[in-house]
């Protein structure tokens, strides 16, 4: 019965306001009022940070409107959309291609790449610009210095600095996100739809170009606007290629300067744009329509790449190569390379009594937290939205993807000010960092439940219902049992976002809290990178515990 | 005491639309299966959902055995009216056997006795081979008949049926309407069943409600329904029949196939249409005549004609296997019907006078 659960349309016969509630009452099932209440509580928390910052962003003053305006706004602005939009268009590049060369081409090692190119989202981007910089580096790097010293002369090699620095090493970092959806996307089409094409005499590379991507087109582009706002929130990766982006600005105004109004500022001007990317990639995500797989689904017959075979490898090698290959070699060694020096290993390994596996602990427990009352919080949200159906329902589901847009600095600005006013007992403590990860990472399990109660009939609520059970036994017996796969993928998408979030934890930890990245992060700032590189590798296993069970997930399913 | 019953019951989901169920009084005795059918769209779903307890009427009362279960002050919610439902789509819950799915609604029974009820139905619906499967492995007949041994376990005063044939394949559905009803029956059970196929309506029920639009348009046995429609709409959805329109007069009803000698209470000059079914006509050869052939369909053991009437409208007439004439024959057309045609005003039946 989709007609009780679709809101129906304003009312002209009965008019004024006593209608429309009369005609609200009459035209839908009455929202549960619990459910109603705990959705908005949860939609309140996560929207507070934002609005918070808005607001201090708009009472920050004339004066430090007038003096950013005249300093760093407009370098800051054309910095960071040069880089959001070359790292978009870069991601969505080489993600739909590497999708398609692996699920649609006879490209050899299909079912390996299959999995490798999607392993680099266990590592932190920041990791791999550490790595690449340590390398690169025009004065001191290490190939530089190799060629030098075997060549005798200085060998120009590309630096890794600078936008282009920036948009290679996160488009390699950034790109599994469109590389995942595309080739679900990619796997799911069905081939009625090309061959269709095909019929009426399109050659296979025009049925591509005219019927198969734009079909795939808005929830392609809805994913590469992941990435920008990504981009928006990145903060090691640009840092450590000296690009200054709004988020470097805001958290070096944080951290050093001690600019609050300034942050406020800056922050408020770089959430209003996320806000904008955000709302284009949600009206995208509504018109993605990716076709069910149904039974009569068959696979789309492979293209011969022929000549081209051995060079689409190379180019898959060579991608695979800078995002997985040369970054844990590097790491590998540094580590082994740590181990060999005995009182070095033991001032890392076991000296202070925040040793190695304790911050691995605050890690993984922090970001668990964060993951379980996520997708406890995304529930009551998700509930309503799915099995009612209407303004206010959906409204509060939007707003509790606003996380999507609060860039990590902003959120612990936001969450420094608030907590600092109402709660200061929180501040000071690691919750206060679990509760960033929740507010930031809310949007992942909220969708993550969302698709996963859609995919449970209504009838088998009600067929319960009518077999005796009260409705929260329903939901304890039928719902919950049938949901839980998807929570879990929701839950290891937090988890696994959580774990790598680098400037939100430096703000918002408390003195001794630190967590794998960081410790990363510290000790390749100091230069330490035989310290840097155990922690990382173990913040890289960690990650990839989620990222292999949400890609069993994601590539069993086909 | 009436099993269920229905009075006036008022459901409407936008003030845009007419009511999806409209004013719909009915009653199903112990022990009887009620058919509900009419096209898509004509409530009969939501009257289900009423009676389960999905949806809240807005009018009217609802009550089952003697019980006001809802009305504009009672509420009963699902899980307590006793009501068993079958699914369109089964509802079978996924994460559960078979044997767990049947024996979900049967808390509060004594362990054994639960063990034994579920065993003993899922025999009487042939299923007890297949008691540790999962939903998926199954057939959609075997989902079918898991579906309706689950909605009978908690002994429900009234089970109620939506659709639940359609997913099956034509030649599976005969079959298996046939063994439901003989569940049924064994058990004495008290259905409402709603369908869209008035074939399967007229096998399953004891007796019809033909919904339109939301209203009652008939309740009645099947062979009544069937050929004492009380509406145009009822003859005309019960299927194979013409309506040919005629007018009037002091000697009987003057159609376009000529004179019926039917009286009716009503004043000549009067507007009224016919229903006129493939074995009330019938034709000869008649060069004269501007009446043609149109198509022979072969049913076996007979033709039914397709003819086409000077004014363009169509009628069907069933002939013997043994005639056959070419499409294009003009022929000349006449009603044979040894007894009154069902005749209708305004849609409404006009009774004829004796």
Known sequence: ?558 | MPALELLSVLKRYSLDAPPAVDHVSLQVEKGEILSIVGPSGCGKTSTLRLIAGFERPDAGAVSISGRVVANHTVWTPPERRGVGMVFQDHALFPHLTVRENVAFGMRGKPRDRAQTDVAHLLRLVGLAALADRYPHELSGGERQRAALARALAPEPVLVLLDEPFSSLDADRRANMREQVRAILRTLHATAVFVTHDQEEALFMGDRIAVLNQGRVEQIDSPEKIFHAPATRFVADFMGHTDFLPGEVTADGILTEIGLLPQRVALPPGTAVELAIRADDVTFERDRASRARLLARHFKGAQNVYRVRLPSGRLLHSLQPHTLILPPGAPVRVWSNAGHPLACFHEGKLVPPIE
């Open chain 1, 1 to 558: 019965m989709t007609s009780t659960l679709s809101p129906s349309p304003r009312p002209r016969a009965v008019g004024g306001l006593q209608g429309w509630l009369a005609h609200r009452r009459i035209g839908q099932r009455r929202l549960n009022r619990t459910l109603l209440l705990a959705a908005s509580g949860v939609a309140a928390l996560v929207t507070t940070p934002l609005a918070y910052i808005l607001y201090r962003a708009a009472a920050g003053g004339a004066e430090t409107w007038a003096r950013l305006w005249q300093t760093r706004l407009v370098s800051l602005l054309g910095n960071t959309l040069a880089l959001m939009a070359a790292v978009t268009f870069g991601t969505l590049l080489l993600g739909t291609a590497l999708a398609f060369l692996v699920e649609r081409t006879d490209l050899p090692l299909r079912r390996a790449w299959r999995w490798l190119l999607a392993l680099p989202l266990a590592m932190p981007a920041f990791i791999g610009a550490v790595v690449h910089v340590a390398l690169l580096r025009p004065r001191g790097g290490i190939l530089p210095r190799f060629f030098a010293d075997a060549f005798g002369v200085a060998i120009p090699l590309p630096s890794p600095f600078g936008l282009w620095g920036a948009t290679f090493m996160l488009t390699l970092f950034m790109y599994p996100y469109v590389y995942l959806l595309s080739a679900a996307a990619f796997r799911s089409l069905h081939a009625s739809l090309e061959e269709a094409a095909r019929s009426f005499g399109y050659s296979a590379w025009r049925t591509l170009w005219k019927v198969t991507l734009p079909v795939l087109r808005p929830g392609l582009t809805a994913g590469a606007l992941l990435v920008a706002l990504d981009i928006l929130a990145e903060y090691g990766t640009v840092a450590l290629l000296r690009y200054e982006t709004f988020s470097a600005a805001i958290f070096l105004q944080l951290s050093g300067r001690y600019d609050r109004a300034a942050a406020s500022v800056l922050s408020g001007v770089l959430v209003v744009l996320a806000i904008a990317v955000l709302a284009g990639e949600i009206r995208l995500q509504g018109q993605a329509r990716f076709e069910q797989v149904s039974s009569s689904w068959r696979p789309a017959p492979r293209l011969s790449l022929g000549r081209w075979r051995w060079l689409a490898f190379a180019f898959v090698c060579f991608v695979a190569l800078n995002t997985l290959f040369v970054p844990l070699t590097v790491l590998g060694a540094w580590t082994v390379q740590g181990r060999l020096d005995a009182s070095f290993a033991a001032s890392v390994y076991r000296s202070s009594a925040q040793n190695l596996w304790g911050y691995a602990w605050n890690s993984v427990w922090s970001a668990g937290l964060a993951a379980l009352a996520a997708v406890i919080l995304s529930l009551p949200v998700a509930y309503l939205a799915v099995r009612y159906p209407r303004l206010t329902s959906r409204a509060l589901s939007r707003l509790c993807q606003v996380g999507y847009a609060l860039p990590g600095v902003v959120v612990a600005l936001s969450l420094i000010l608030l907590v600092n006013r109402g709660l200061p007992w929180l501040y000071g403590t690691p919750l206060v960092v679990v509760l960033a990860y929740v507010v930031r990472h809310m949007p992942q399990a909220v969708r993550a439940s969302e698709s996963a109660l859609m995919q449970i009939s209504p009838s088998l609520e009600e067929a319960a219902r009518s077999l005796g059970r009260r409705p929260v036994m329903v939901v304890l017996t039928v719902t919950l049992p049938l949901i839980f796969p998807g929570l879990l993928s929701g839950a290891a998408l937090v988890f696994l976002t959580s774990l790598k979030e680098l400037p939100a934890t430096l703000l918002l930890r408390p003195a001794g809290f630190d967590t794998l990245a960081v410790r990363v992060w510290m000790a390749a700032g100091d230069g330490v990178y035989a310290q840097a590189a155990p922690a990382a590798l173990l913040l890289i296993a960690c990650a990839a515990v989620p990222l292999v069970f949400l890609l069993r997930r994601s590539v069993l399913q086909s």
